[in-house]
């Protein structure tokens, strides 16, 4: 399929999850003036032809509501939200439309580098599509040489500007996290694996933050109090999908988490720098204080 057929079907997506109800014309005037279209409408035979193949392709269903002035809608909208994958390749794909058909904007948008994203990724990919075992050669932080070994490649995720590879170790038979820009070769071996229908991605990092899937950390009810722009921040953005407000006032507002409180965690609470503090576990409060009288040790040398 040609990408700019690929990129037209979700512009076709995005416009309408975007407008809800939104009338033919409407969209066909939408399309005239987003630079895909060369200034022309939109055909209905070619609309018509597009909400087939976005449904074929995404398993989304584009509708039409007659009682509401002939308003097309995503059915079960909800459904495509909660389906973080496919939301963020339309999301994506949607800004690259817009970049190619106009490069005018080429030059005012950035994006964050990902360092780790284009060396082994397709390769990773491939591996994953055919099932077949890794060879990597991995060098993590803090090691003095690197190592050679083989993954079974369950999963690919990123978090932080990296991207990581979630696989079973074939030597140990231990679920372990990879990042990529630790990797310094990879072979696709003829090996095959099945992905044991008890792994879950989800429950693999239930109540995590970030990346580190520690067993080592139960659950925890946390509680923190947010001042200032962390009020803001930490609403507009959670920490956690767990997060919920407890009560609020005209100075803080009150988060609850059930999570596994890790290093990343506590790093994501670092963040907000004197702008929270931690209302409960109080394990947990004494670690922040003990971190800040670290930091303060290293000025008053």
Known sequence: ?????????????????????????????????????????????????????VQTIFDIIISCDAKRGYGYYIEDADRLEGNAFRAWLIDSYATLNQLQADRRLEKRISFEKIPSVGKFLQTLLQAMRQSCVLEITHQGF???????????????????????????????DDIRTYALDRIQNVVITDIKFEIPNTFNIDKYF??????????????EHVIIKA??????????LPIHESQRVLSSDDESITF???????????????????????????WLKDGICHIAENIISYYKK
């Not at 609850?256 to 109080?282: C, K, S």
Request: glycine residues 6%; neutral net charge; proline residues 4%.
């Open 1 to 53: 399929m040609a990408a700019n057929k690929f990129g037209r079907y979700v512009w076709l997506v995005d416009l309408i999850k975007c407008h809800p109800y939104i009338t033919f014309k409407e969209i066909s005037d939408k399309w005239e003036n987003s630079g895909l279209g060369d200034g022309k409408p939109l055909p209905w035979k070619t609309f018509m032809n597009y909400k087939e193949a």
């Open 142 to 172: 803090g090691k003095s040489h690197a190592s050679t070994f083989q993954v079974e490649p369950f999963h690919l995720k990123v978090y932080n500007r990296r991207w990581y590879l979630i696989g079973r170790s074939v030597y140990s």
């Open 206 to 219: 239930e109540g995590c933050v970030g990346i580190i899937a520690d067993a080592e950390y139960d659950i």
């Open 227 to 236: 001042y200032a722009w962390a009020r803001q921040y930490l609403s507009t």
């Open 256 to 282: 609850e988490f059930n999570v596994r409180p890790n290093y990343d965690f506590v790093q994501m609470l670092l963040q907000q720098t004197d702008q929270i503090e931690i209302i409960e576990p109080q």
